[in-house]
């Protein structure tokens, strides 16, 4: 069995250390950061966020090493620069200034064309899209491969995201939902599962939304997993972004066994299961709002289950790809560990509960991003 590569690419907001609240000093964090970490530590949409990205690996202890790093590195420019790298989907306090967005010509270029998602009517950046997630890529696959194994894998993405939910809290509010990042996200175009398309319809698609100017350019397309414009894989983008280490960790290989146990039935050219459009998209609301914390659904099936037994489930199914990698008996371990104390959400929600105040879970979340 051929053991893909796997790759890691963590968006963070980035709060001052005194109001918790996000700032715009990306700039200076980036230049203090760029010496050591060159290229993997990038802009993001809005001047409060960040990007980290690891090369790619096949080794679980790899990628954990080199994220551990990579955070670390941006949590000492971040504190020259008075702030901190936070970890959540959606930033648990408003901004107290108005956002800014990147100055580069592309991001100039998203702002002016999207302006109704970016900016408000006043031309202020909305508080609400500054959302942070976590992808992850394995390969090395062409375009094709990558396509039909995004198919395959459909059905396993929303508990992919049930587990990765992150995002409890905006704007001072318990929003009643595991990952609102997922519902703020979904405002953008192309947000979504995957469209079922072979090469040739996935190239001639991309090139009608971008000629009709609904997507800016192919880098837009936002679906749950794509094939990457540039580097050789498949991305998987459903998942927020993670503070606790092993939580990230344990998506990347997970995301990676699954593609792995898949690939040989997308290379014997098997199809992949049907799935009614509306089922799917129920799927993904249903582990946005309640994460592994109540029903989620089987959309193979079509019939509502314990999302606990669906992380279950896909534990069992991702095995063969788990095993030949050797990652097996971690991902059960931290697996079982999630399950007895709770995943982002209700590890959130439990800091509140304590302490009462939403600076204590900013805090937590910031201690977990640069300290694991």
């Not at 990205?53 to 941006?74: A, F, I, M, Q």
């Not at 929003?175 to 979504?192: D, I, N």
Request: charged share 25%; net charge neutral.
């Amino acid at each position: 069995m051929k053991i893909l590569t796997m790759g890691v690419e963590e968006e963070f907001v980035l709060v001052d250390r005194v109001t918790r609240a996000p700032v715009n000093r990306a700039p200076e964090v980036i230049r203090g950061a760029t010496g050591e970490l060159g290229g993997q530590v990038q802009t993001e949409l809005f001047n409060a966020q960040i990007e980290i990205c690891t090369g790619p690996t096949g080794s679980r202890d790899d990628l954990r090493n080199e994220l551990l790093w990579l955070r670390r590195v941006v949590g000492a420019a971040a504190r020259d620069a008075r702030c901190a790298p936070v970890a959540c989907g959606t930033p648990v306090l408003p901004p107290e200034e108005p956002l800014t967005v990147t100055d580069t010509e592309r991001y100039r270029l998203m702002a002016r064309r999207f302006s109704h998602l970016i900016t408000r009517e006043d031309g202020i950046p909305r508080d609400d899209g500054l959302v942070c997630g976590c992808h992850v890529h394995v390969g090395t696959l062409d375009r094709e491969q990558a396509l039909a194994l995004a198919m395959h894998m459909r059905p396993w993405l929303p508990v992919v995201q049930a587990l990765a939910g992150n995002s409890p809290y905006a704007h001072r509010q318990d929003t009643g939902y595991e990952s609102w990042r997922a519902v703020e996200h979904a405002r953008w175009p192309t947000v979504g599962p995957t469209p079922v398309l072979d090469e040739t319809q996935y190239l001639a698609h991309v090139a009608r939304l971008v000629r009709d100017g609904t997507l800016l350019d192919d880098r837009m397309v936002y679906w749950h997993a794509r094939p990457s414009e540039h580097v050789p894989t498949l991305e998987v983008r459903v998942a927020d972004v993670n503070a606790e280490l092993d939580t990230v960790v344990l998506l990347a290989i997970l995301v990676r066994g699954l593609a792995t146990t898949l690939l040989p039935r997308v290379d014997a050219g098997e199809q992949p299961p049907r799935i009614p459009g509306p089922r799917l998209l129920r799927a993904h609301r249903l582990a946005a709002e309640h994460g592994m914390r109540g029903i989620g659904l089987d959309p193979v099936a079509g019939r509502e289950r314990p999302a606990v037994e669906l992380v279950d489930a896909l534990l069992d199914f991702a095995e063969p790809g788990l095993e030949g990698a050797g990652d097996t008996d971690w991902a059960r371990a931290r697996w079982t560990r999630i399950r007895a104390e709770g995943g982002g959400a209700s590890r959130q929600r439990a800091v509140f509960r304590r302490h009462g105040r939403y600076k204590a879970v900013v805090d937590a979340l910031a201690a977990a991003t640069v300290g694991s």
